[in-house]
């Protein structure tokens, strides 16, 4: 059955995860987490913890705070209330550098020098690991290779980005991630423009990280992808719906009801996938009966 990968692995799940004082052994957490925009509230008090190791998707419609969600917690967002832990240390109290060193960020159509050739984006990894003003080290060299040849981008290495599509840009910047060799990643549409075999090598790309001992969250659209995390956080109108396993038939529930059960969640050889239900009673204006 889908989802039995996970029954070996410790879950960071409770009933009353964040509510109180921050869990030590969390690889991050958010406390009761609030973000405003525009002097909205975008996410109103969420309370999430990752587990060390695990990999969570947050899945939800659009506008449901999932690349908010994710900024608060790569400190790229500031809270407007509660807080967020990294590694049982508040967020805001832990240097630039030692944050970058523990906390990789692959943003949505984030911005990238377009002058910069693709080996010198994937090179920038290595700068939280880099002195002032300090060469690169072989084994900087080294691990930048290995992230180029694992996302397929070595070939082009001397390409600047302008010069990519956008798919061959995006794994650059996976890449660049990569390098970082961070015990967290957090990626916001890892898969925009990635074509299907490049979205399966992903794939097994986290499954090599998780195997490693990787904390991996991901925001995805791409439902069944999603599906393939140990666990799913469902996010709605800036509130966390559901927290739970992915394997487990409550997610599951909560995932089609979060799309308005726009998608049917159906097991197909042995894995989870998310389908269009075109049965479902909710029907466009456009073709519904006057
Ligand atoms: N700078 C901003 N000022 C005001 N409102 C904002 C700002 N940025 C985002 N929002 C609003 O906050 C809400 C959540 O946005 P967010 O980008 O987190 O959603 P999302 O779940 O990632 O959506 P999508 O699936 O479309 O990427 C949306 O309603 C959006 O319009």
């Known amino acids: 059955m889908p989802g039995d990968r996970q029954n070996d692995r410790q879950s960071g799940l409770s009933d009353d995860a964040g509510a109180g004082a921050p869990d030590g052994t969390a690889a991050l957490q958010a406390v009761d987490l609030t973000v405003c925009l525009g002097g909205q ?22 506008g449901a705070g999932k690349s908010t969600l994710l900024k608060a917690l ?6 407007s209330g509660g807080q967020v832990w990294l590694a049982g240390q508040p967020l805001a109290a832990i240097g630039a550098r030692t944050r970058a060193q523990q906390l990789a960020w692959l943003g949505q159509g984030e911005r990238a020098l377009d002058e ?14 880099q002195g002032w003003l300090a060469t690169t080290t072989r084994e900087d060299e080294c691990i930048v290779r290995e992230a180029m040849q694992g996302t397929q981008t070595w070939a082009f290495r001397g390409r ?18 990569l390098a970082v060799r961070a015990p967290l990643l957090l990626m916001d549409e890892p898969l925009a423009n990635l074509d299907p075999p490049h979205q399966t090598q992903w794939l097994l790309d986290m499954r090599a990280l998780l195997a490693r001992g990787v904390t991996l969250v991901s925001v995805l659209h791409e439902v069944s992808i999603a599906l393939q995390a140990d666990e799913l956080l469902v996010l709605d109108a800036g509130r966390v719906l559901h927290h739970g396993e992915s394997g487990d038939a409550a997610t599951r529930a909560a995932v ?18 998310a389908i269009p239900n075109l049965h479902s009673s909710i029907h466009s204006n456009v073709h519904s009966k006057t």
Do not use: C, K
């Open 74 to 79: 790569a400190g790229l967002l500031p809270a």
């Open 256 to 273: 089609e009801a979060v799309f308005r059960h726009r998608i049917a969640v159906r097991e197909v050889e042995g894995q989870w996938t």
């Open 160 to 177: 600047s980005l302008a010069e990519l599509s956008g798919g061959e840009r995006q794994r650059v910047l996976l890449a660049r991630a």
């Open 41 to 62: 509230p975008v996410l109103q008090g969420v309370n999430v913890v990752f587990a060390r190791g695990r990999w969570t998707s947050i899945v939800g419609p659009n």
């Open 116 to 129: 910069l050739t693709a080996y010198d984006t994937v090179m920038l990894g290595r700068m939280p690991h």
